[in-house]
């Protein structure tokens, strides 16, 4: 079955701090993958699309790559709204799978 | 600005069927994008219930399929979903979201609704 790995579940790290998440997929999807955010009591907010597609609006201290099985989120440096949940979510195979969340903690 | 609202009862009996809808603003629902819906138990993760075109096409998850319906009102803008003989399990926060045409991303997404299973 088609899986969808994110990782680290939980990460501590400081304001100017650079940061990154990673999605791995059991099989290869293209670029068909898209990175949110999703704060306390809040809908997810889309971040990058098509892997390293940055969305209109979207600080440019975010950035995604990675295609096939291997994709990476990085925060350049670190502001404090940026202390988050974050997810990934893969468009290549249904169902649309998202990866487990990465829980990022001011440390 | 495309905005989405999800409506429907916060609690639902257990066995019962948990109904739901999305009013879409902004946009038409019979434009090109896919419509779906995403659900997130308390303190968990994002799960994918479902999709469905304005023509009428549907994809669901396969855990959910035998449960699971969603529908399209083009008259009122709206699409639904239905899930039957719900659990406890299926207590969660439930959104609705739009897809981009061409792009892998749901770019809108409304604020989410609590639907509680419980008696």
Do not use: M
């Not at chain 1, 100017?16 to 955010?37: E, F, K, P, V």
């Not at chain 1, 597609?53 to 670190?78: A, K, M, N």
């Amino acid at each position: 079955a088609f899986q969808l790995t994110q990782s680290p579940s939980s990460l501590s790290a400081s304001v100017g701090d650079r940061i990154t998440i990673t999605c791995r997929a059991s099989q290869g999807i293209t670029s068909a993958l898209a990175w949110y955010q999703q704060k306390p009591g809040k809908s997810p907010k889309l971040l990058i699309s098509d892997a390293s597609y940055l969305e209109s609006g979207v600080p440019s201290r975010f950035s995604g790559s990675g295609s096939g099985t291997d994709f990476t989120l990085t925060i350049s440096s670190l502001h404090p709204e940026d202390f988050a949940t974050y997810y990934c979510q893969q468009f290549n195979t249904y169902p649309y799978t998202f990866g487990q969340g990465t829980k990022l903690e001011i440390k | 600005q495309v905005h989405l609202q999800e409506s429907g009862p916060g609690l639902v009996e257990p066995s019962g069927t948990l109904s739901l809808s999305c009013t879409v603003s902004g946009a038409s629902i019979r434009s090109e994008n896919w419509w779906s819906w995403v659900r997130q138990p308390p303190g968990k993760g994002l799960e994918w219930i479902g999709e469905i075109h304005h023509g009428g096409n549907t994809n669901y998850h396969p855990s959910l399929d035998s449960r699971v319906s969603i529908s399209v009102d083009t008259s009122k803008n709206e699409f639904s979903l239905t899930l039957t003989s719900v659990t406890a399990a299926d207590t969660a926060v439930y959104y609705c979201a739009r897809d981009r045409p061409g792009v892998s991303a749901y770019d809108y997404w409304g604020p989410g609704i609590l639907v509680t299973v419980s008696s």
